[in-house]
């Protein structure tokens, strides 16, 4: 069973309140997709391991981030490349995310 670390909740709870359904969604996928993943901290924001590094979400003032280290090996050809803002670009809105992770069974796309 994967592993959840309270700082991440602290982070979510501080998050601007349009960031924090984006950010509680990454987590749940991020648990749905590896139940094994753990949660851990890196350059100051939530990361997630699971035999290494996955990858590290951040709120900013008007977007949030998601890094995923091994993106190549995870998203599908013709995906954005990393930008500052991560492999997904600037994410505003749940609606910014990829339909496939909008599709999860968490409490906000349910």
Not at 25 to 50: C, G, L, Q, T
């Amino acid at each position: 069973m994967g592993k959840r670390d309270p700082r991440v909740d602290a982070y979510i709870a501080k998050a601007p309140d349009y960031a924090k359904p984006i950010l509680s969604h990454i987590r749940n996928v991020m648990h749905s997709a590896i139940p094994d993943v753990e949660e851990s901290w890196k350059w100051s924001a939530p990361a997630f391991d699971y035999k290494g590094l996955i990858g590290i979400m951040a709120a900013f003032k008007n977007y949030c981030g998601l890094n995923l280290w091994k993106a190549s090996l995870i998203l599908p050809k013709g995906a954005k490349g990393v930008d500052s803002a991560g492999n997904f670009g600037k994410i505003e809105t749940l609606g910014d995310l990829p339909p496939a992770a909008r599709r999860c069974r968490c409490s906000h796309c349910a």
